[in-house]
């Protein structure tokens, strides 16, 4: 991922309201290693259901405010994130959801998908035993977890693109 700014951050939220947007909490850029992100993702640490997450689509920056669903998955139990396609343990996965860019939005339409809790996938495919861990394997599942995130995105901004072509 490349380097975003603050300025960029607050200015790529295709579902995000006015009020959430005056409250959004910057992440410590200057700490993120940039090359091993395929999206900045962060959870509110003042809401304990908002989460972001900001990726690049070509030279567009865009941005998804995600709501955590109450409550979650059952311990003792396996879960797969969406995204990462890494499995954990189910209190380490949750379901969110990311209201619909324009009217589809407005009219509270969302959609949802399983994703690590601390939205951290970046991370997650780039963890676990060192027999796993080669280039290739790492370059291989952070296109896939690019691929998806992008995939969630479109989903997101698909009623705001056919809101202005209609």
């Given at each position: 991922m490349?380097e975003?700014?603050e300025?960029e951050?607050?200015?790529c ?10 409250q959004?909490?910057i ?6 290693i ?16 908002l ?5 690049w689509?070509?030279d567009?920056?865009v941005?998804?405010v995600?709501?955590a669903?109450?409550?979650?998955m ?18 380490q996965?949750?379901?969110f959801?990311?209201?619909?860019a324009g009217p589809g ?5 969302s959609?949802g998908t399983?994703?690590?809790?601390d939205?951290s996938c970046s991370?997650i495919i ?8 080669n280039r ?7 296109e896939?977890?690019h ?8 989903r ?5 693109r056919?809101?202005l072509?209609?």
């Open positions: 490349r975003v700014t300025t951050l607050r200015a939220f295709v579902n995000a309201t006015p009020r959430e947007l005056d959004l909490p992440p410590g850029l200057h700490e993120t940039w090359a091993e992100r395929e999206y900045l993702g962060w959870r509110d640490p003042h809401s304990s259901r989460g972001y997450m900001v990726l689509q070509g567009r920056l941005g998804l995600v709501r669903a109450p409550g979650g059952r311990p003792g139990i396996a879960a797969m994130c969406a995204l990462c396609h890494s499995t954990q343990p189910a209190t996965v949750r379901m959801s990311a209201r619909l939005g407005d009219t509270g339409s959609i399983y994703i690590c809790e939205l991370h780039r963890t676990g035993p060192p027999h796993l861990l290739d394997r790492i370059a291989s599942r952070a896939g977890l691929g998806r995130v992008t995939g969630f995105a479109a997101v901004e698909r009623a705001l056919e809101a072509d209609g």
